[in-house]
């Protein structure tokens, strides 16, 4: 009796592949199909119409193809064989197809095998052929491919490997492969084993099949891998989504109402007085995103449950000024809040800011402090032991109200007396272990209220806010006093003398007395700056860019100053920012440029978020494609925060149609944020959305397509929380409930929340 659960191996046989190794090794450990159930749940990648030829574009060398095609000319022919010296027999066939043909050859030692291709491969004849794409004299070639031939009848007869196949509907599926494993090996197994399994249990109830349109489990699996048309295929492919998606809805849906039964500290203000004072003295009105947004989030704390929200604005949106309320909001009420910021440049740029806000409303306990007055420390890892003595005593008493700080603030000896807030700058920076760290550190176990910002969401936080992990708030509308910043790529490989151009365009905007940024990726020629390629890319995307850079020297902060005071700006007042500098000289260097007293600062992405320079209206990004969409769409908020049109050049080698340039000329061509998210992750897929890993190709999600399945996404939502309304523990769906059990069990997923 062959079940879902049997080993894959009953349904196999002993196959062996065309060179004799084990087709059954490549399916179970390669493929890592070990079970029926897994072998069904292995699904087609794509279909042939097998009814019509096979288009083909862009072929190149060494491609494995897998196409529809018909034999348009067959010629035997004789030869001696020179290894044996007697004659021998050679099938040479054209493969016509919906664009290129393709040459065929095969060779026999036999006058009986070489009579048996002359039959085989007659004029007319059709079948799906799969090889490696070769040329040979400026023709296209297919060489050594396996084939299944159709018969008059249209059904499959016997290849070459001698495989037999049931008849072959409209459209064949042709499925993920490894070494020695071919699609049809794939096909055979699968057909088998449908017609030996009675029974596909269905975890889905039939009540939401029923009200969502769903198709049922074993209908669905006939026909993904058998259909007879396009509309079956979606139909399947639609249920293996939504399944998906309502188990991982289930999940998440079971944690946030765990995490609400835990219960929060409401944080409703008090009696406000240090932010009525603060709004009072604010020398401009906040505009009415800001309000509205204050608002929510002023909801939100004021719940015995903990807020989760995502605060989406775009760079200069005046994000900061709202979170700061927020943190305002909660010391009013008694609690502490910390800000998380990503380097310690934009640690000391946020405590410059904010105690500049706050003036004497920030500095209590001190002499000229306000009777309203709170404290606010800067924590960071550059400090001394000394210096850091006084700020972790004042968290730990609570004499302190706000902390901001960088990676320092998750280390074991920093406590918080009564931390109501965290507020996490520019997410992308962080992992989700960071930012549980932080919030571990609550008072009681009671979780605090989390603020997430960023001007760009990662692939990660876009796939969580559609899954309804987090509650967004948006900032569209740009504070007065913020100004277009016009984007243009500079495309050395075609274009070479344009960088003389954005040197020039520096030099006019110094002359009009303004000040420039020249952002690079490396420090020097072999040291890169902490974070200069984009986390968020995973370790086989970073090894890939570390390959190519090998083929381009990239530009690198000394050298690059260097060669500008030496010619394209000489003259000019020229200083150098990155990671290796001594905390005083970068927090010197960036007080010089802020006074205007340097022209040009040539920085890695120490700058990238936080960086408030009004008079800086030029960037010019060297090397631009080796940075992300969130990176350089950050980058580039650095100018035109002064009301002064901002200029930003994305300066490149990447060819025309690369991936590379594609991402800049999406960045050159808006920006709105959101877009630049979509792109970002169309590019890059999902986020692992249970995982530790921040983002990039390696997904969780089998099926689904946060941005293509957004749909799906919302209704499996829906129907998530309506079981879990009136069952939260799943028990009349023990199907359902082990899913969810194994997701919840996973150790990844005790990040869900934490993020």
Request: charged residues 25%; hydrophobic residues 40%; contains cysteine.
């Given at each position: 009796?062959?079940?879902?659960?049997?080993?894959?191996?009953?349904?196999?046989g002993?196959?062996?592949?065309?060179?004799g190794?084990s087709?059954?090794?490549?399916?179970t450990?390669?493929l890592?199909?070990?079970?029926v159930?897994?072998?069904?749940?292995?699904?087609?990648?794509?279909?042939?119409?097998?009814?019509?030829?096979?288009?083909?574009?862009?072929?190149?060398?060494?491609?494995l193809?897998?196409v529809?095609?018909?034999?348009?000319?067959s010629?035997?022919?004789?030869?001696?064989?020179?290894?044996?010296?007697?004659?021998?027999?050679r099938q040479?066939?054209?493969?016509?197809?919906?664009?290129?043909?393709?040459q065929m050859t095969?060779?026999?030692q036999?006058?009986?095998?070489g009579?048996?291709?002359?039959?085989?491969?007659?004029?007319?004849?059709?079948?799906?052929?799969?090889?490696?794409?070769?040329?040979f004299?400026?023709?296209?070639?297919l060489?050594?491919?396996?084939?299944?031939?159709?018969g008059?009848?249209?059904?499959?007869?016997?290849?070459?490997?001698?495989?037999?196949l049931e008849?072959?509907?409209?459209?064949?599926?042709?499925?993920?492969?490894?070494?020695d494993?071919e699609?049809?090996?794939?096909?055979?197994a699968?057909s088998f084993?449908?017609t030996?399994i009675?029974?596909?249990?269905?975890q889905?109830?039939?009540?939401?099949?029923?009200e969502?349109?769903?198709?049922?489990?074993?209908t669905?699996?006939?026909l993904?891998?058998?259909?007879e048309t396009?509309?079956?295929v979606?139909?399947?492919?639609?249920?293996?989504?939504?399944?998906?998606?309502l188990?991982?809805?289930l999940?998440l849906?079971?944690?946030?109402?765990?995490?609400?039964?835990?219960?929060?500290?409401?944080?409703?203000?008090g009696?406000?007085?240090?932010?009525?004072a603060?709004d009072?003295r604010?020398?401009?009105v906040?505009?009415?995103?800001?309000?509205?947004?204050?608002?929510?989030?002023e909801?939100d704390?004021a719940?015995?449950?903990?807020?989760?929200?995502?605060?989406q604005?775009?760079?200069?949106s005046g994000?900061?000024?709202?979170?700061?309320?927020?943190?305002?909001?909660?010391?009013?009420?008694?609690?502490?809040?910390?800000?998380?910021?990503?380097?310690?440049?934009?640690?000391?740029?946020?405590?410059?800011s904010?105690?500049?806000?706050?003036?004497?409303?920030?500095?209590?306990?001190?002499?000229?402090?306000?009777a309203?007055a709170?404290?606010?420390e800067?924590?960071?890892?550059?400090?001394?032991?000394?210096?850091?003595?006084?700020?972790?005593s004042r968290?730990a008493?609570?004499?302190a109200?706000?902390?901001i700080?960088?990676?320092?603030?998750l280390?074991?000896?920093?406590?918080?007396?009564?931390?109501?807030?965290?507020?996490?700058?520019?997410?992308h920076?962080?992992?989700?272990?960071?930012?549980?760290a932080?919030?571990?550190?609550?008072?009681d176990?009671?979780?605090?209220h989390?603020?997430?910002?960023?001007a760009?969401?990662?692939?990660?936080?876009?796939?969580?806010?559609?899954?309804?992990?987090?509650?967004?708030?948006?900032?569209?509308?740009?504070?007065?006093?913020?100004?277009?910043?016009?984007t243009?790529?500079?495309?050395?490989?075609?274009?070479?003398?344009?960088?003389?151009?954005?040197?020039?365009?520096i030099?006019?905007?110094?002359e009009?007395?303004?000040?420039?940024?020249?952002?690079?990726?490396?420090?020097?020629?072999?040291?890169?700056e902490?974070?200069?390629?984009?986390?968020?890319?995973?370790?086989a995307?970073?090894?890939?860019?570390v390959a190519?850079?090998?083929?381009h020297?990239l530009?690198?902060?000394?050298?690059?100053?260097v060669?500008?005071?030496?010619?394209?700006?000489h003259?000019?007042?020229?200083?150098?920012?990155?990671?290796?500098?001594?905390p005083?000289?970068k927090?010197?260097?960036?007080?010089?440029?802020?006074a205007g007293?340097?022209?040009?600062?040539?920085?890695?992405?120490?700058?990238?978020?936080?960086?408030?320079?009004a008079?800086?209206t030029?960037?010019?990004l060297?090397?631009?494609?080796r940075?992300?969409?969130?990176?350089?769409?950050?980058?580039?908020?650095?100018v035109?925060?002064?009301?002064l049109?901002?200029?930003?050049?994305?300066?490149?080698?990447?060819p025309v149609?690369?991936?590379?340039?594609?991402r800049?000329?999406?960045?050159?061509?808006?920006?709105?944020?959101?877009e630049l998210?979509?792109?970002?992750?169309?590019?890059?897929?999902?986020?692992?959305?249970?995982?530790?890993?921040?983002?990039?190709y390696?997904?969780?999600?089998?099926?689904?397509k946060?941005?293509?399945?957004?749909d799906?996404?919302?209704?499996?939502?829906r129907?998530?929380?309506?079981?879990?309304?009136?069952?939260?523990a799943?028990?009349?769906?023990?199907?359902?409930?082990?899913?969810?059990l194994?997701?919840?069990?996973?150790?990844?997923?005790?990040?869900m929340e934490?993020?």
């Amino acid at each position: 009796m062959i079940d879902l659960d049997s080993p894959v191996e009953t349904v196999l046989g002993e196959a062996r592949g065309r060179k004799g190794k084990s087709r059954n090794e490549g399916i179970t450990e390669r493929l890592g199909l070990r079970s029926v159930r897994d072998l069904l749940h292995h699904f087609p990648r794509r279909y042939l119409e097998t009814g019509s030829l096979s288009a083909l574009e862009d072929l190149r060398e060494g491609q494995l193809l897998t196409v529809v095609g018909e034999i348009s000319r067959s010629h035997a022919k004789k030869y001696n064989d020179r290894r044996t010296g007697r004659l021998a027999f050679r099938q040479e066939v054209v493969l016509r197809t919906d664009g290129p043909s393709l040459q065929m050859t095969f060779f026999a030692q036999q006058a009986r095998i070489g009579k048996w291709n002359e039959q085989r491969f007659s004029v007319g004849r059709r079948g799906i052929f799969m090889g490696k794409v070769g040329s040979f004299r400026g023709e296209w070639q297919l060489t050594n491919p396996a084939m299944v031939l159709f018969g008059a009848d249209g059904e499959a007869s016997e290849d070459l490997a001698a495989l037999s196949l049931e008849a072959i509907g409209p459209l064949y599926p042709i499925y993920p492969l490894t070494k020695d494993v071919e699609s049809w090996d794939l096909q055979k197994a699968i057909s088998f084993a449908r017609t030996m399994i009675d029974e596909v249990p269905d975890q889905i109830p039939e009540s939401v099949l029923d009200e969502y349109d769903v198709l049922d489990a074993r209908t669905a699996l006939d026909l993904i891998h058998a259909p007879e048309t396009w509309d079956h295929v979606r139909r399947a492919q639609h249920r293996f989504r939504f399944e998906e998606a309502l188990v991982t809805q289930l999940v998440l849906g079971r944690r946030r109402r765990l995490v609400q039964a835990m219960g929060a500290t409401p944080r409703s203000g008090g009696p406000g007085a240090l932010l009525e004072a603060f709004d009072a003295r604010l020398p401009f009105v906040l505009t009415s995103g800001q309000q509205q947004v204050g608002a929510q989030i002023e909801e939100d704390l004021a719940r015995p449950h903990p807020m989760n929200r995502l605060l989406q604005g775009e760079v200069g949106s005046g994000k900061t000024l709202v979170a700061l309320r927020a943190m305002l909001r909660v010391v009013d009420s008694g609690g502490q809040a910390a800000l998380l910021a990503p380097t310690e440049v934009l640690a000391q740029q946020h405590h410059r800011s904010i105690t500049a806000l706050l003036g004497d409303l920030g500095a209590g306990g001190m002499l000229g402090g306000a009777a309203e007055a709170t404290s606010v420390e800067l924590l960071t890892g550059s400090m001394t032991k000394t210096q850091r003595t006084g700020p972790l005593s004042r968290l730990a008493t609570g004499e302190a109200g706000i902390v901001i700080g960088t990676h320092a603030l998750l280390e074991d000896q920093v406590q918080f007396f009564d931390l109501g807030l965290v507020v996490v700058d520019e997410q992308h920076r962080f992992g989700v272990e960071q930012r549980a760290a932080l919030t571990d550190k609550s008072r009681d176990g009671v979780p605090p209220h989390v603020l997430v910002m960023t001007a760009t969401p990662i692939p990660r936080t876009v796939a969580m806010t559609v899954f309804g992990d987090l509650e967004v708030s948006t900032l569209r509308e740009l504070p007065a006093g913020r100004a277009a910043i016009q984007t243009n790529v500079v495309p050395l490989a075609e274009q070479p003398a344009w960088l003389d151009r954005a040197w020039q365009r520096i030099r006019e905007e110094v002359e009009r007395g303004h000040q420039a940024y020249v952002v690079c990726p490396r420090i020097t020629g072999d040291e890169l700056e902490q974070g200069e390629f984009d986390p968020t890319y995973d370790e086989a995307e970073l090894e890939s860019r570390v390959a190519e850079a090998t083929a381009h020297t990239l530009a690198a902060v000394e050298e690059v100053v260097v060669e500008l005071e030496t010619h394209a700006l000489h003259g000019l007042r020229i200083a150098a920012l990155h990671g290796k500098l001594a905390p005083d000289e970068k927090d010197r260097t960036m007080r010089a440029f802020a006074a205007g007293e340097i022209d040009v600062l040539v920085a890695t992405t120490v700058i990238e978020v936080g960086v408030d320079v009004a008079n800086a209206t030029t960037m010019v990004l060297l090397d631009a494609d080796r940075f992300g969409i969130s990176q350089l769409h950050q980058l580039r908020g650095r100018v035109g925060r002064g009301g002064l049109p901002g200029l930003c050049l994305l300066v490149s080698h990447a060819p025309v149609d690369s991936e590379a340039r594609v991402r800049l000329d999406a960045v050159a061509s808006t920006t709105d944020g959101f877009e630049l998210s979509r792109v970002d992750l169309e590019q890059r897929r999902e986020g692992d959305v249970l995982g530790r890993s921040q983002s990039g190709y390696q997904s969780s999600l089998q099926n689904l397509k946060v941005l293509r399945d957004e749909d799906t996404i919302v209704a499996a939502r829906r129907a998530a929380e309506e079981l879990l309304d009136t069952d939260q523990a799943l028990a009349a769906h023990p199907m359902l409930a082990e899913s969810v059990l194994m997701m919840e069990a996973s150790r990844e997923s005790g990040f869900m929340e934490k993020s």
